[in-house]
């Protein structure tokens, strides 16, 4: 018999797995861009835990603007949300970084690996 608590450690080991898995996908389809860039342009862990706890306590369904999006680490974890129907992902500064594309196409060519999180995404600069 699992306790909430251990359901919620679960859920937290999930998680974090799902966030790596996505910045996985990224260094797979782009090798030359460093892996401390796009951390030091991810969602902490820690703020992304912080953010499923308040969405999974919050009653309704809900559409969520980002503004900021970068490489789309904190778009796909909006996206993995249950309660999160669509995520509109806007990025005014998407520049060139060092893969020579800019950082809302490696977004996009990421988050099209994962089906479920995508069909919810529109990303826009």
Do not use: C, N
């Amino acid at each position: 018999m699992s306790t909430p608590s251990s359901a919620w450690s679960a859920h937290i080991v999930e998680h974090t797995r799902r966030l790596e898995e996505y910045k996985e996908t990224i260094s797979r389809l782009f090798p030359a861009l460093p892996r401390d860039l796009l951390d030091a342009r991810a969602i902490r862990d820690a703020d992304a835990l912080i953010l499923a706890l308040f969405l999974r306590s919050y009653p309704h369904r809900l559409h969520v603007l980002e503004v900021g999006t970068h490489f789309g680490v904190a778009t796909f974890h909006f996206a993995g949300q249950p309660s999160v129907v669509r995520v509109d992902g806007v990025d005014p500064l998407a520049t060139e970084d060092a893969v020579e594309v800019s950082s809302i196409d490696v977004a996009r060519a990421a988050l099209a690996e994962f089906a479920d999180e995508s069909v919810k995404i529109q990303l826009q600069t």
